[in-house]
């Protein structure tokens, strides 16, 4: 097998989750009760084989370096690892300028290890990926650079690397989010090709165009504005099919699954398709599995049976994790992190509770995401008086309340 490296993008701010980011890199915050966002790509790798793992991190990057270094360990025995790799201001005291910079202000990663191949992956998305497929095509195209893309809405490619593709798969057309006159896929006018934000190089490819673009002062510094764009006219340069990526263990309905998760909004939803009955994206896959950090918390405990009073301990269509307390409580539709606590006559709906939260006695919530550490107050209803909830807390557009982590809220009056 070809030497691999994965260079993993972990710095974002992911300012369109605050205040979930307050406090966090937008890869560190939690997603499916347990894990990280930045699980995904990881477990992806991981399952893959390819296990020599860079992860560049800058922004408030505290909680994602303590979780990759506590629930990352691979061998270093087999040359395995996952490491952490800070801005290290190597070309001059400035962070970095944009995901191309990052790649150059590490280049001596890649020189040093010489890999034949390197990924450049962000770190923000679920899903499931089978790496090597995409390495394959790689090589057989004898490609210099390829992009992994997937069908979007028209609406929405503005938020995307636009692609046109020969019938050899070859990459003839490339704008970064475009705002208008957007290339429409052939025979589908109601969608349009969009990069997924993850690349695979030939390396000696890449260190050229790194090199290149660095030295380039009217440059952006980032893969899709200046490095594809620069590449696809000059270079071999292919996209890969994600609808056709297979992974074992996976159904159909889960195929081609990839969600951004930048905003509020499609975050909330992205954690809502894991709750269904048959849902979009399983987290039971146990061929495929998503790895995360392992905690020492007792079972989950569902106490009182009290029907006649209504002080009944339940969870229904829910996530729960280790550690939580059902306490005469009810939780539907919902994701509950571990150590959440739901007391007596309370009702939690259509909500994702982090760590460590506690609802008092008698509340109502609905359509809420409550960050850790948040004491609840007995009494309190939220999601159901947008006017009164927007006085308090964040709320999105569509109406899901956010609460930040450690929040003093006042009891109802």
């Known amino acids: 097998m070809a030497k691999l490296l994965a260079m993993i993008l972990a710095g974002g701010e992911g300012r369109r989750l605050d205040p979930l980011t307050r406090e966090r890199a937008k890869p560190a915050v939690p997603f499916g009760g347990r894990y990280r966002i930045i699980d995904f790509v990881l477990s992806n790798f991981a399952n893959s084989g390819v296990l020599k793992m860079k ?24 040359d ?26 590490n280049l ?4 040093d290890e010489e890999p034949e191949y390197t990924f450049i992956f962000g770190a923000d ?30 609406h929405e490619a503005s938020e995307f690397g636009i692609i046109e593709v020969d019938a050899d798969g070859r990459m003839i057309g490339w704008v970064e989010k475009p705002k208008s006159d957007v290339k429409t896929m052939p025979g589908d006018p109601t969608r349009a090709l969009a990069s997924m ?19 380039d002062p009217k440059s952006a510094h980032d893969f899709g504005k200046s490095i ?40 909330y939803q992205a954690n809502m398709d894991l709750v269904d009955v048959d849902p979009s994206f399983s ?5 495929w599995p998503i790895f995360t950090a392992q905690h020492n918390f007792p079972p989950v405990k569902f106490v009182f049976n009290n029907e006649q009073e209504g002080r009944v301990g339940h969870a229904t269509d829910s996530l729960v994790s280790e550690g939580c307390i059902i306490s005469g409580g009810h939780a539907h539709h919902c994701i509950l992190s571990p150590k959440v606590r739901i007391n007596s006559y309370s009702t939690v709906e259509d909500s994702i509770l982090f ?16 960050d850790k550490h948040v004491e609840i107050p007995a009494n309190t209803t939220i999601g159901y008086d947008p006017e009164q909830d927007r006085k308090r807390f964040h709320v999105t557009e569509s109406g899901i309340v956010v609460i930040p982590k450690a929040m003093r809220i006042e009891p109802d009056r």
């Open 55 to 78: 992860v560049l991190v800058q922004y408030k990057s505290e909680s994602l370096n303590a979780h990759i270094q506590r629930g990352w360990r691979l061998t270093a025995l087999l």
């Open 80 to 105: 395995q690892y996952v490491e952490i790799v800070p801005a290290q201001m190597r070309v001059g005291p400035k962070w970095f300028e944009g995901s191309a910079d990052a790649i150059y202000q």
């Open 108 to 111: 001596n990663i890649i020189t």
């Open 125 to 154: 998305n679920i899903y499931r990926m089978d790496v090597r497929q995409m390495l394959q095509f790689h090589e057989e195209k004898r490609a210099d650079l390829t992009v992994a893309a997937i069908p979007v809405p028209v």
């Open 197 to 215: 934000g993850n690349y695979l190089f030939t390396t000696d490819a890449l260190v050229q165009e790194i090199v290149r673009d660095a030295g």
């Open 228 to 267: 594809v764009a620069a590449m696809y006219e000059g270079k071999r340069v292919f996209v890969y099919d994600f609808g056709k990526n297979v992974v074992p263990g996976q159904g159909e309905k889960e195929r081609g699954y990839w969600r951004d998760v930048g905003s509020l909004d499609a975050y």
């Open 283 to 287: 987290l039971y896959n146990d061929r």
């Open 355 to 370: 760590e460590n939260v506690n609802i008092g006695r008698h509340c109502r919530i609905r359509r809420a995401i409550v």
